[in-house]
Structures are given as C-alpha cells and as structure tokens.
C-alpha cells in the first residue's frame, strides 16, 4: 500500500511539473529520467511528439568502468553527451524538464553538463 502512495505521488509531482513545460520545435524539451543504475535524458519535440535526440549512461559504461567514477560525475558526463548530439542537429535552446525530482545531485550535474557544452536554459 505504501509503495502505490508513493508512486502516487511522483506521479502528481510530475504531472504539475509538465503542465507549465511544453515543447516545441523552436525550444524543445529536453527530459530527465534517473534511475537507481543510470541516468536518461532525451529532447523532445512535443508538438509533433518526436524524440529529436537522447543520451544516457549506458552509452557510456566503457568509461565508466575504466575510471570508476561516481553516479553524480556520470550524470554530468551524460549532459556534455547530450548537448553535443544537440549540436550536430543544430539544437541550442531547450526548456529543462525535470521531472517529479529535485533539481539538486545528478539532476543538477546533468543540466550542468549540458550548459557546459553550449545547451541554454
């Protein structure tokens, strides 16, 4: 009973988050979804319901396992990814979706990896 209250609950959560975000083909939305292993981040044009570009840590498992780096390092690996991949198809303004979680730890690393590389926000 505990467990669907809490799923609930992060379903509320994000749903109030996606009622203020929309994408659109001038700004897509660039969504994060985290899990206890990896991270995910896609940019999403909401108009036309297509995923533009997506990166997560799987792609990068090789690094990872050669420098043994934290979830929070990986995260921050993750957006420089992403906004690379945005690059290439001539993408630089997105609206951050974060989801139904906090903008702090791996969240935050993403976005600011994604700044970093020339994605705005």
């Known amino acids: 009973m505990a467990l669907i209250k809490k799923q609930l609950k992060k379903e509320i959560r994000k749903k109030r988050v996606r009622a203020k975000i929309h994408g659109t083909e001038e700004r ?3 969504s994060v979804f985290r899990s206890n292993k ?3 981040a896609q ?3 909401d108009e036309k319901g297509m995923t533009l570009v997506a ?3 799987k792609e990068l498992e090789k690094e ?3 420098k043994k780096i ?6 921050f690996q993750v957006g420089k990814l992403l906004a690379e991949k945005a690059k290439e198809k001539n993408i630089t303004k997105v609206v951050f979706d974060r989801g139904a979680y906090k903008y702090h730890g791996r969240v935050k690393q993403l976005a600011d990896g994604a700044r970093e590389n020339g994605l705005i926000f």
């Open 28 to 30: 897509p939305r660039l």
């Open 38 to 40: 990896h991270i995910y």
């Open 43 to 45: 940019i999403i044009d």
């Open 55 to 57: 990166a997560s840590s």
């Open 64 to 66: 990872i396992k050669e």
């Open 70 to 75: 934290n979830k929070s390092q990986i995260a």
